[in-house]
């Protein structure tokens, strides 16, 4: 049995060995002779890699019980001091780097040296701090996961839902508008069958009329034919007045049923602008999920928006110039009626409208100038509520040579930062932030305005004094 056994032992230790070799990458036992095994474990104090069986005295001999073992490592050297080809057992706080026992009263004498272990010690526990922040953070952002994709269920579940809903108003407007025309062709074929009805009975008495005429020339023709002339003066005499039929009108035939076109035409304008306007008006943008605001200008550049401003919107004293991007009060400008022009206050809106998140920047010179941000639906007539912050619909920052000062609904907030001449504006319509920033080497936050808002938004712009502009500079 004994015999069995030892032979089992030996099949056993023989049998892994081929699996045990150092390949290029493994660690290489420094005392096997000819083919190498793979280390088991490194030693700090030898230096060296010993494979299982090299490894064998560090366990059992008495004289190997205090040195270190650890897992393999091919970087057993970098332990060691160039210098004094000694462990570096010790850590010099002033340098922050490990050196040995040699180095401590050398060149770094007069340091903040402790012990490796101590230092390893201390950084453990900053390790360990920092894991337990780590970990923190992964199961706020595990939980900040589980918020996004509740929102995605939700985002998905709003848009189908509005979806239908949508498919549904489509399809009763749809309805709604065959209905109409099919009322108009209706309509339209009525009235043709009584227009040509009309004609028909009126030619119907043209051809009665022409009959009558025709026997009436036939008897005159009759008469003119007769020999004996007081017989012709009697027939003539008798013969009964024609009367005068009354005058026939005609269309011109272009313009039959231009009413119902025109009708129809302007039910279609209508029905455009309406869908237009209203339309500006729904926001299609998906909430966005919150974030960090930037800090550096570059960063806010990648949110950047090319904005023009609107003539239909602009005050007669206006004067828009550089492909509609610049304001100037110069004087009466003869710009056409239109019921989106500010008819008082000298402000203009942008051509755009502004969600999501946007950033703008305005160069103005001269007295005073507003920079704006607005609903469009903001009053445009001759009252104090229709001027740039002066309503619940509008946020303004305005700029004076010494001083800045914001407005919303009538009231005023002092503003301090350094006067720049170009002001930035930052704008995440759905987080609700509206940040104003004077700009130069760096930017300095003017005033920040949580809130929410419930249309989109446009840029405006009141240029105040005569000679100043506004200009929606190209940020860059």
């Not at 060995?17 to 096997?32: H, I, K, S, T, W």
């Not at 890699?49 to 490894?55: D, H, K, N, T, V």
């Not at 490796?116 to 894991?131: D, I, P, T, V, W």
């Not at 619909?393 to 700029?399: I, P």
């Given at each position: 049995m004994l015999a069995a056994l030892v032979e089992q032992l030996k099949r056993t230790e023989a049998a892994p060995?081929?699996?045990?070799?150092?390949?290029?990458?493994?660690?290489?036992?420094?005392?096997?002779s000819g083919r190498k095994l793979k280390a088991a474990k490194s030693c700090l104090q030898c230096l060296a890699?010993?494979?299982?069986?090299?490894?064998q005295p560090h366990y059992r001999s008495d004289t190997f019980k205090k040195h270190q073992l650890v897992e393999p490592s091919k970087k057993l050297r970098d332990n060691i001091c160039s210098r004094h080809d000694e462990a570096m057992k010790m850590f010099c706080r002033t340098d922050h780097q490990c050196i040995c026992y040699l180095c401590s009263v050398e060149e770094h004498k007069g340091h903040d040296t402790v012990s490796?272990?101590?230092?390893?010690?201390?950084?453990?526990?900053?390790?360990?701090?920092?894991?337990l922040n780590v970990q923190q953070r992964i199961q706020d952002r595990q939980k900040d996961?589980?918020?996004?994709?509740?929102?995605?269920?939700?985002?998905?579940?709003?848009?189908?839902?509005a979806e239908e809903d949508s498919e549904r108003i489509f399809t009763q407007l749809i309805r709604l508008l065959e209905k109409r025309r099919s009322d108009v062709k209706r309509q339209l074929r009525s009235q043709q069958q009584s227009e040509v009805s009309r004609v028909r009975e009126l030619e119907e008495e043209?051809?009665?009329?022409?009959?009558?005429?025709?026997?009436?020339?036939?008897?005159?023709?009759?008469?003119?034919?007769?020999?004996?002339?007081?017989?012709?003066?009697?027939?003539?005499a008798s013969l009964p007045a024609l009367t005068r039929s009354a005058s026939v009108h005609i269309r011109p035939r272009r313009r039959r049923f231009e009413d119902v076109t025109a009708t129809v035409s302007k039910i279609r304008d209508m029905l455009q602008d309406s869908l237009r306007d209203t339309w500006t008006d729904v926001s299609l943008t998906p909430t966005e999920v919150t974030q960090s605001e930037p800090k550096t200008r570059a960063e806010f550049?990648?949110?950047?928006?090319?904005?023009?401003?609107?003539?239909?919107?602009?005050?007669?004293?206006?004067?828009?110039?550089?492909?509609?991007?610049?304001?100037?009060?110069?004087?009466?400008?003869s710009y056409p009626d239109h019921p989106d022009r500010f008819s008082y206050w000298h402000q203009v809106l942008s051509r755009q409208s502004l969600t999501g998140r946007c950033y703008w920047e305005v160069e103005w010179s001269g007295g005073v100038v507003?920079?704006?941000?607005?609903?469009?639906?903001?009053?445009?007539?001759?009252?104090?509520?229709?001027?740039?912050?002066?309503?619940?619909?509008?946020?303004?920052?305005?700029?004076?040579?010494t001083r800045y000062g914001f407005w919303y609904n009538k009231v005023q907030t002092p503003v301090s930062g350094p006067r720049s001449s170009r002001v930035g504006v930052y704008l995440d319509h759905g987080a609700g932030i509206l940040s104003f920033y004077s700009v130069s080497k760096t930017m300095t936050l003017l005033h920040r305005v949580q809130t929410t808002f419930t249309q989109p938004l446009h840029a405006g712009l009141w240029v105040y004094c005569n000679g100043s502009t506004a200009e929606l500079c190209e940020a860059k």
């Open positions: 060995a081929d699996l045990c070799y150092a390949g290029a990458e493994d660690v290489a036992c420094d005392f096997c890699s010993y494979c299982e069986r090299q490894l490796a272990a101590a230092e390893r010690g201390e950084k453990q526990r900053e390790l360990e701090g920092s894991r996961v589980k918020l996004l994709q509740q929102e995605v269920e939700d985002i998905n579940a709003s848009a189908d839902k043209l051809q009665q009329e022409i009959s009558e005429l025709q026997r009436r020339d036939a008897e005159l023709e009759q008469l003119s034919h007769t020999d004996h002339h007081t017989q012709f003066l009697l027939s003539y550049l990648r949110y950047s928006r090319q904005i023009t401003l609107d003539p239909n919107t602009a005050h007669e004293y206006l004067l828009l110039s550089d492909e509609n991007r610049k304001a100037t009060q110069t004087g009466l400008h507003h920079v704006a941000v607005t609903y469009k639906n903001i009053s445009r007539g001759e009252t104090h509520e229709s001027s740039f912050g002066q309503n619940d619909k509008s946020w303004v920052l305005y700029c004076v040579n």
